[in-house]
């Protein structure tokens, strides 16, 4: 029995490169036709000979169940009686001219075999039952330019491994949601969680942009995932690929015996250095394709916001090519102009549909407005990640502090530029792998200068304006490089390991500083704005100092003090904005932290001395290697 499951309007729309709900249309549905319950199954593959669907209902037979094609849409179509949810299916392929293809998965499948395995599954997405309404009622204040937003990223199958083998998903609600919680993040950041082959990838090579990898579990349990974390208050943000694909022979490459999904010139459809293939942007049903995708996760698993990876790359023709290894646009110049024109469009339709939802772009260049609207002439990202922030700061924090005076640019050149985007201020996975080394050790110095040095460093991001980011085990100081094949070393914060209170302290400066992010809004709501910062002295390089205001919209500003060097600095006075006591909010180097306790004995007394062009100053001792925050309390 078959059946044409594409109307008029679905046949229009796709032919526009429109339609916003693909996945309603194509992939595998359990549905009842004539009474008759079985599942719909339906492929794009416009220049095949011949489609099947197979399995073990068939013994993966090519001839038992062929597919009828819709000649205007290019879409095979066949419903399959008493096929249900759980059944393992692939589609056979005949290209044009005759070649039996590779077994192919289905690009729009909703769950797929736990590799090394490759096959789709029938799923069922309608039987969830969501009970984070409450959340998604108010998550458009999470979201907007003036809110907290700190950002723990991690990789599911590495954050905690018990016996060596993953967590669940419903294992991971249990422990990793109450953590974040704890710990004061507002938002997760998964790594990629679509379907992909290869553990090395970290799941940056997917092969089933609609499923949830079963590494986990289910599509549903990843539901529970997302429903029980909206429900403890945090937000989940997915890292979503839609630069390029692999090459896996199962997926979409030569998807119907050609260049269906990337583009035939290597030159444009290929990365050599990842061995990966570049999505054909300028195709309709291929923009059309992510689009949807992105939209489906918002919609059906109640995903938060999408950070898209590889943003550079998609946008230059030459990304990572010698010159004659790529092919200049109409003008002769090397932005790719599709990939653009899918970048605007793709944030316009996200933003329509989801207004409460968030787009970041991990873009390394000087593109221009990249998160700006459309409107204006910008590629439409809410947020975007300050990998220049980034670079120059964690090349600063690197260096011995004898060497830092020379240096002091890296660490303030970032407020020249700080707000000519809606930054996100990103200490990524990137930045603790490949023999980068990780956070803590990266510092400089002896045990307890590389501990103070990450503790003020991690204080210096969050009292510096833009949104955090933060990969999992720098919150505790982790000494190993992240590896994906093992669980982080947790025993560093148990009892028994000999430098437990150093890792323990971090992890409770971690703590203290994003609840304090959050409750200051001087510290957040001005974040994107350049009213809501002012320099107090970024020059004292012999000292190795710098002070700067952090200002709200109404109420007092917070004063941010930081010493780079391992010298206790007494007597050091800056100019202060009011007339008032000065409670310490915060001190990196207090001995709860595993410091050395230096400080202003919890606060200090303006004078009406001029300094730093402000009429009023304190007197301050910056410990080592410690950054003091202080909230002025005005005086009437």
């Not at 249309?25 to 669907?53: D, M, Q």
């Not at 769950?111 to 959340?135: C, G, K, Q």
């Not at 294992?171 to 969680?193: K, M, S, W």
């Amino acid at each position: 029995m078959s059946r044409h499951l594409l109307g008029e309007v679905d046949l229009h729309l796709i032919a526009e490169g429109q339609h916003q709900r693909l996945y309603d249309k194509l992939g595998a549905h359990p549905t009842t036709l004539n009474e008759i319950y079985g599942t719909l199954f339906s492929v794009w593959a416009p220049n095949a000979r011949r489609v099947s669907v197979v399995g073990n209902f068939n013994q993966w037979n090519g001839d038992s169940h062929p597919m009828n094609l819709n000649y205007e849409s290019g879409i095979w179509e066949l419903f399959i009686p008493t096929i249900e949810a759980g059944t393992i299916y692939k589609y056979e392929i005949i290209s044009s001219d005759g070649y039996l293809l590779p077994l192919k998965s289905d690009p729009f499948a909703f769950f797929a075999e736990e590799p090394p395995r490759t096959a789709s599954i029938v799923y069922n997405l309608e039987n969830y039952i969501w009970n984070d309404s409450e959340w998604m009622e108010r998550r458009a204040e999470s979201h907007h330019r003036r809110a907290p937003i700190s950002i723990y990223e991690l990789h599911l199958g590495s954050w905690k491994k018990k016996q060596d083998k993953y967590l669940n998903y419903i294992e991971l609600a249990d422990e990793l949601i109450p953590y974040v919680q704890r710990l004061g993040f507002t938002h997760i950041e998964l790594l990629p969680i679509n379907e992909h082959p290869f553990d090395g990838s970290w799941g940056y090579q997917p092969t089933a942009l609609f499923a949830p990898t079963s590494r986990f579990g289910t599509p549903d349990q990843f539901r529970e995932f997302v429903d029980r974390c909206h429900q403890a208050g945090v937000g989940v943000i997915l890292d979503w690929v839609a630069g390029h694909f692999p090459e896996d022979q199962h997926g979409l490459i030569q998807f119907d015996g050609s260049h269906l999904y990337e583009h035939q010139d290597p030159r444009q459809g290929r990365h050599e250095e990842w061995g990966t293939l570049i999505y054909n942007f300028g195709r309709t049903e291929v923009s059309n394709f992510l689009t949807a995708n992105a939209l489906f996760w918002l919609e059906q698993y109640h995903i938060d916001g999408l950070r898209v990876d590889a943003v550079a790359s998609m946008l230059y023709l030459d990304y990572n090519r010698e010159g004659g290894d790529w092919v200049p646009n109409r003008y002769g110049s090397n932005e790719n102009l599709d990939a653009v024109n899918f970048l605007k469009q793709l944030n316009e339709k996200i933003y329509h549909n989801f207004p409460d939802c968030v787009t970041i772009a991990e873009e390394s260049t000087a593109w221009p407005m990249v998160s700006q609207p459309t409107s204006m002439g910008g590629l439409g990202f809410g947020f975007k990640w300050n990998m220049g922030w980034m670079n120059d700061t964690l090349e600063y924090i690197q260096r011995d502090s004898i060497h830092r005076a020379h240096h002091q640019n890296e660490i303030t050149f970032g407020l020249l530029y700080a707000f000519h985007e809606n930054f996100i201020l990103p200490l990524s996975h990137d930045e603790v792998v490949h023999g980068k080394r990780s956070l803590l050790n990266k510092m400089p110095g002896d045990l307890w200068q590389q501990f103070a040095n990450l503790r003020l460093y991690l204080t210096f991001l969050y009292t510096h304006p833009g949104k955090k980011l933060l990969f999992m085990g720098g919150e505790f100081g982790q000494w190993s490089e992240w590896n994906h094949k093992q669980s982080l070393d947790w025993h560093l914060t148990e009892e028994g390991d000999p430098n437990q209170h150093y890792h323990c302290g971090l992890q409770k400066l971690v703590t203290d500083i994003n609840h304090l992010y959050r409750n200051k809004k001087a510290l957040h709501e001005l974040d994107n704005e350049g009213g809501g910062f002012e320099w107090i002295d970024c020059s004292d390089h012999e000292n190795g100092i710098i002070s700067f205001i952090r200002k709200q919209v109404d109420g007092a500003p917070l004063i941010t003090i930081c010493n780079f060097t391992p010298v206790v600095r007494s007597e050091y006075r800056i100019g202060v904005p009011n007339s008032a006591h000065y409670r310490e909010l915060l001190n990196s180097d207090s001995s709860i932290y595993g410091g050395g306790n230096q400080g202003n004995s919890g606060g200090v007394e303006s004078e009406p001395t001029a300094s730093h062009g402000m009429d009023n100053s304190i007197n301050l001792t910056i410990p080592p290697l410690g950054v003091i925050v202080l909230e002025p309390t005005l005086q009437c």
